[in-house]
C-alpha cells in the first residue's frame, strides 16, 4: 500500500478498496472524516465488517461527521433524520467504532497511524456505490512520515467536536 509519489484514486470501488486496505494494515488507529454518515452504505459496502474487524484486532476505529448534515434538512432541524443518525452513532457505538460528532466539517479525509492520509471528495460512510447519484470521485492517498500533517488535522477535528452530543441528546 505504500506509495512514494501521490497516488489519485477515482470512482467508489477504489476508495472502498483503499479503505479496506487501510483498515486491514493499520497497526494501531484509523480516523475517518465524513461529513454524512449511513449505516445502510456502510453495511451494504462491507465497511462496517472491515471497520468491526479492525476494532477486534484492538485497532482505534473513529468517525468524525458532521452534526447538521445529519441532521437537518433545508437548514431546518429533522426529527426523523436526526432520529436516524442517533440510531446509527449508538450502533457503530456499539461495534466498538469511536464516533465524533462535530461542526461544520466537509472535509472528506482518511488517516492511519502516522503513515497515510487520503484526502478528497469521497465521503467514505455515505457515498452512493451504483446508480444515479453515484458520483464520480477523485481522492489522493499519501503514504510515508505523516505525524505532523496528521496531527493538525486531528487538532482541527477536536475543537469542532460536540461536547453535548450523544446518542440520547439533541
Not at 468491526?52 to 433524520?81: C, G, M, P
Not at 457515498?127 to 477523485?138: D, H, M, P, V, W
Request: a negative charge; proline letters at 2%.
Amino acid at each position: 500500500m505504500s506509495c512514494r509519489e501521490p497516488r489519485v484514486i477515482n470512482n467508489a470501488e477504489a476508495h472502498d478498496a483503499c479503505l479496506t486496505d487501510i483498515l486491514q494494515l493499520a497497526q494501531q488507529r484509523v480516523v475517518i472524516v465524513s461529513p454524512w454518515v449511513s449505516l445502510f452504505r456502510l453495511r451494504e459496502s462491507g465497511i462496517l465488517s472491515t471497520m468491526q474487524q479492525a476494532v477486534e484486532r484492538d485497532i482505534s476505529v473513529e468517525l468524525y461527521t458532521d452534526y447538521r448534515f445529519n441532521s437537518f434538512t433545508n437548514h431546518r432541524f429533522d426529527e426523523e433524520k436526526n432520529a436516524q443518525f442517533k440510531a446509527c452513532c449508538t450502533e457503530l457505538t456499539a461495534h466498538g467504532i469511536a464516533v465524533r460528532v462535530v461542526n461544520k466539517v466537509h472535509s472528506k479525509l482518511l488517516m492511519a497511524d502516522n503513515n497515510f492520509i487520503c484526502i478528497g471528495s469521497y465521503n467514505w460512510a455515505s457515498a452512493q456505490r451504483q446508480g444515479e447519484y453515484k458520483n464520480f470521485e477523485t481522492s489522493l492517498l499519501y503514504s510515508g512520515e505523516l505525524k505532523d500533517e496528521i496531527h493538525i488535522q486531528l487538532t482541527s477535528l477536536q475543537e469542532r467536536i460536540r461536547r453535548d452530543f450523544s446518542p440520547d441528546v439533541a
